[in-house]
């Protein structure tokens, strides 16, 4: 006699097992990242639970979700179980998540500390796979009056000119700016050019009596201050 195959279908789970029914009764803070995924995905495959390939996809990625978030729709599909349908379903579920980040930080009406700063630029740069520069101009009371994108695939001398950066601020009568790019490769290290323009921009603000107040290094997960670390 042959053994009745294995079900790994999460219809066959008790209801407290199941994650859609799980979130129902008991609210979505109890479920892990796993069972959100599963829930997403609705199904996984005939030899494995929607909640194994979720846990299987989120291991790949160190079960971090900023880093799941970097997946494209087609390396999202290189896990068998996934087509284009479910992977475009975790894709928009995490841009969802991305957006709400920067819902919350537009709420931010003043700088306070680099804390701030952060939680501003973070979810427009946090997650990019190439370099982008930006400022925020701001005004006597700190709070900012304009967020702009200078440059964008590397800093260098070359790529951030300084008198658009100038022009700006006179423009909207900031009194100081603050400065961010971001390291896709993750590392808080400020590089050489890093340091070259940021003094290159503090010397022509002086000259028109515009502060600059910092400039930060952001990643996925942490940031360099300038300031913080007195190296402006």
Known sequence: MHDKPTSFSIKNWSDD????????????????????????????SRSESAVELSKRILASVDNNLN?????????????????????????????????????????????GSSKDVYEILQPLLGDLEHEEFWILFLNNSNKVLHKAQLSKGGI???????????????????????????????????????????????VASETLDIKVLDHLIITQKSYYSFADEKIL
């Not at 494209?72 to 957006?99: H, N, Y």
């Not at 070359?158 to 423009?171: C, F, G, H, N, W």
């Not at 100081?176 to 890093?194: Q, V």
């Open 156 to 202: 260098t001398g070359t790529l951030v000119d300084v008198r658009i950066v100038m022009k700006q601020a006179l423009e909207l009568g900031a009194v100081a700016i603050i400065l961010a790019h971001n390291h896709p490769s993750g590392t808080l290290r400020p590089s050489a050019a890093d340091k070259q323009i940021t003094q290159k921009i503090k």
């Open 17 to 44: 097992d199941k994650p859609r029914e799980k979130l129902v009764q008991k609210g979505r803070s109890v479920l892990s990242d796993a069972e959100l995924i599963a829930i997403l995905i609705g199904s996984g």
């Open 67 to 111: 880093e799941l978030g970097r997946l494209s729709i087609k390396q999202l599909m290189t896990f068998k179980g996934i087509g284009e349908a479910k992977a475009v379903s975790i894709a928009a579920a995490l841009e969802i998540g991305r957006r709400r980040r920067g819902e919350d930080a537009a709420k931010i009406e003043k700088i």
